[in-house]
């Protein structure tokens, strides 16, 4: 790529020009102001302040990516436990169900049973030695064999619901089980998140004002860094895919959040996690996917970067632990870590796993 079209592209990344980016061919039209530009990255000072603050910045970076594998892993157990919740609801409901049944049969057998008593339980045969009319005793001989045939009939089909009851009883054990054992693990994801953010916002409350600032420009060096060398690959060149209709809807519903707090575990409407973002755009574009980065990268449709277009998913980091909403010029739209809001960033800002599409039918 030509160093003047790169420096165009990576002006228009930093400045985040948001309009530009969705009014450009193949991307979703919406209307986002543009936040101010980020200053021109000021040198590392050579002190040991400025070692110290670059080592800040990767302890954070650690302590916050940490955090979002919790979150992941606490999102999981979340959705398990309310698919889980609701199958328990399900077989409750079999359950009732079937005792009903059971009830109904077992009242059935008990009368079948006090009739064939007051009969007396005596053999056909005596029946036809005592009756004094045998034509009649034959006709009623049918009609006790067919009363015979219908309470072995009964018999069975209490045992199998006997059977149904019992299965459905330890099925219902068997979800209870799994559905302990996944708030349990969301509990203690939740006590993973938490320990990491209290750690990062320790780390950056001993921070002097002035320190917080360079070490703002740090990170913003940083992902301009690694922009930069991802544009200079050339792969923009590459990249001429087109937004499919829900692929718009997804990315404007997306970028109309910009502003809004991240929150670990949240999904909507007034703050989110980087998944909780992602999975609720495309449940308003029509195609629910799944919660979590991880899954969202092991269940949907991998694509090549090239083939990339605007409402596809970049997925980042070796573990998936992230994840941003392409929309197009070498953007993201994604909801970052604690402490900051929904913004647009530089697609190869962070290291990039692969990109998955969400319409691919």
Same mark, same amino acid.
């Given at each position: 790529?030509?160093?003047?079209?790169?420096?165009?592209?990576?002006?228009?990344?930093?400045?985040?020009?948001?309009?530009?980016?969705l009014a450009a061919p193949g991307?979703?039209?919406?209307?986002?102001?543009?936040?101010?530009?980020?200053?021109?990255?000021?040198?590392?000072?050579?002190?040991?302040?400025?070692?110290?603050?670059?080592?800040?910045?990767?302890?954070?970076?650690?302590?916050?990516?940490?955090?979002?594998?919790?979150?992941? %892993?606490?999102? &999981?157990?979340? $959705?398990? !436990?309310?698919?889980?919740? @609701?199958?328990? #609801?399900? *077989?409750?409901?079999?359950?009732?169900?079937?005792?009903?049944?059971?009830?109904?049969?077992?009242?059935?057998?008990?009368?079948?049973?006090?009739?064939?008593?007051?009969?007396?339980?005596?053999?056909?045969?005596?029946?036809?030695?005592?009756?004094?009319?045998?034509?009649?005793?034959?006709?009623?001989?049918?009609?006790?064999?067919?009363?015979?045939?219908?309470?072995?009939?009964?018999?069975?089909?209490?045992?199998?619901?006997?059977?149904?009851?019992?299965?459905?009883?330890r099925d219902a054990t068997t979800?209870?089980?799994?559905?302990?054992?996944?708030?349990?693990?969301?509990?203690?994801?939740?006590?993973?998140?938490?320990?990491?953010?209290?750690?990062?916002?320790?780390?950056?409350?001993?921070?002097?004002?002035?320190?917080? %600032?360079?070490? &703002?420009?740090? $990170?913003? !060096?940083?992902?301009?860094? @690694?922009?930069? #060398?991802? *544009?200079?690959?050339?792969?923009?060149?590459?990249?001429?895919?087109?937004?499919?209709?829900?692929?718009?809807?997804?990315?404007?519903?997306?970028?109309?959040?910009?502003?809004?707090?991240?929150?670990?575990?949240?999904?909507?409407?007034?703050?989110?996690?980087?998944?909780?973002?992602?999975?609720?755009?495309?449940?308003?574009?029509?195609?629910?996917?799944?919660?979590?980065?991880?899954?969202?990268?092991?269940?949907?449709?991998?694509?090549?970067?090239?083939?990339?277009?605007?409402?596809?998913?970049?997925?980042?980091?070796?573990?998936?632990?992230?994840?941003?909403?392409?929309?197009?010029?070498?953007?993201?739209?994604?909801?970052p870590r604690p402490g900051r809001?929904?913004?647009?960033?530089?697609?190869?800002?962070?290291?990039?796993?692969?990109?998955?599409?969400?319409?691919?039918?």
């Open positions: 790529m030509g160093t003047g079209k790169r420096g165009l592209i990576t002006a228009a990344v930093a400045v985040v020009c948001a309009v530009t980016v991307t979703a039209f919406a209307s986002v102001a543009a936040p101010e530009p980020p200053p021109t990255p000021a040198a590392t000072p050579s002190t040991a302040p400025g070692k110290d603050l670059e080592a800040v910045r990767k302890r954070l970076e650690t302590l916050y990516h940490d955090a979002a594998v919790a979150t992941d %892993a606490y999102n &999981a157990a979340e $959705e398990k !436990a309310r698919k889980q919740s @609701a199958e328990l #609801a399900e *077989l409750a409901q079999q359950i009732a169900k079937v005792r009903s049944r059971l009830d109904d049969l077992t009242e059935r057998a008990g009368a079948a049973a006090a009739a064939q008593y007051r009969g007396g339980g005596l053999p056909p045969e005596a029946h036809l030695m005592l009756s004094e009319n045998p034509t009649q005793f034959l006709d009623g001989t049918g009609r006790i064999l067919q009363g015979q045939r219908a309470t072995k009939g009964l018999i069975r089909e209490t045992a199998r619901t006997k059977e149904d009851l019992e299965q459905y009883e979800q209870w089980k799994k559905l302990e054992a996944n708030r349990k693990a969301k509990a203690s994801a939740q006590k993973r998140i938490e320990k990491q953010i209290a750690a990062a916002e320790k780390l950056e409350s001993a921070l002097e004002k002035e320190e917080i %600032a360079r070490l &703002a420009e740090l $990170e913003r !060096a940083a992902a301009l860094k @690694a922009q930069n #060398a991802w *544009l200079d690959s050339g792969v923009l060149d590459r990249i001429r895919g087109e937004a499919s209709a829900q692929g718009r809807k997804a990315v404007e519903f997306a970028t109309e959040q910009i502003g809004l707090p991240y929150e670990w575990g949240a999904e909507g409407p007034g703050s989110y996690d980087c998944s909780g973002l992602t999975s609720r755009a495309w449940a308003k574009a029509g195609t629910p996917i799944p919660r979590t980065s991880q899954e969202q990268w092991r269940r949907l449709k991998r694509i090549d970067i090239e083939d990339m277009r605007p409402g596809d998913l970049v997925i980042y980091n070796k573990d998936a632990s992230h994840v941003g909403m392409y929309v197009g010029a070498g953007s993201i739209v994604h909801a809001t929904v913004t647009i960033a530089g697609a190869g800002s962070m290291p990039i796993l692969g990109v998955v599409r969400p319409d691919a039918h």
